[in-house]
């Protein structure tokens, strides 16, 4: 059983559509991370949230944190063939013991 | 400020082999975790180390170790290979210990195949 939940799993769209993706728990954390990750390379960070109800915006992404601390989402606006890759959501649990959720695997098409 | 870097990226290692991977921390960083990545079970957690100390470990069993050095640099061990073993396995280093609102930062992964 996985400590968070990320939906969807699999998510093909058209470049320049929108798409949201989701990450659950019922557990709450002391911050969440998402990364995304190329194939045969590791994880690169995206983004640090720490405060319930954070918004944060790295250009055409915006990533949210639950109020209470236990969801977050990240939000792709006219998504484009460079965005494609794993996105992974991690929570930090315990002192710098992250929990990964099972990833999205976005593939965006010219 | 140079990243978290991993040696040897690819291995191709037999069955009942054991293996041994490094990985080195950004600068100034004292903890390393490391990750096995499959497509069947993503990302799961191994151990983490802080000032040589192991201080989390995940669900794995005794054939995976690790040990970190002064400088802070790391090594994980598996024995006994398996064929399920085959993975990529990710280190991770962040700045502090004792503090919530952690970041960690991966390398590019060691890629293991048991055949």
């Known amino acids: 059983t996985q400590l968070l939940e990320q939906s969807p799993q699999f998510l093909s769209i058209q470049e320049g559509e929108n798409l949201t993706v989701y990450c659950n728990s019922s557990?709450?954390?002391?911050?969440l991370q998402w990364y995304r990750q190329e194939p045969g390379e590791g994880p690169v960070l995206l983004v640090t949230?720490?405060?319930?109800?954070e918004v944060k915006k790295l250009k055409r992404l915006t990533f949210q944190f639950g109020d209470a601390r236990k969801d977050s989402s990240l939000h792709i606006t006219a998504a484009q063939p460079g965005d494609t890759g794993l996105y992974l959501c991690?929570?930090?649990?315990?002192?710098?013991?992250?929990?990964f959720g099972s990833g999205t695997k976005l593939n965006v098409k010219p | 400020k140079a990243g978290v870097t991993q040696t040897p990226r690819y291995l191709i290692k037999t069955r009942g082999q054991q293996v041994t991977l490094s990985c080195s921390p950004i600068?100034?960083?004292?903890?390393v975790s490391w990750y096995q990545q499959t497509p069947g079970q993503g990302l799961q957690f191994l151990f983490e180390?802080?000032?040589?100390?192991?201080?989390n470990k995940g669900n794995f069993p005794g054939r995976f170790s690790g040990r970190q050095f002064s400088n802070s640099r790391s090594e994980m061990n598996v024995s006994t290979l398996e064929l399920g073993d085959s993975a990529l396995y990710l280190c991770?280093?962040?700045?502090?210990?004792?503090?919530?609102?952690?970041?960690?930062?991966f390398g590019e992964g060691s890629w293991l195949t048991v055949v």
């Open positions: 991770a280093s962040s700045p502090r210990q004792g503090a919530v609102r952690n970041t960690i930062y």
């Open positions: 557990s709450v954390f002391s911050s």
């Open positions: 949230v720490v405060t319930g109800g």
């Open positions: 991690a929570g930090e649990h315990n002192f710098n013991k992250f929990y």
């Open positions: 600068s100034g960083h004292r903890s």
């Open positions: 180390y802080f000032s040589e100390t192991q201080r």
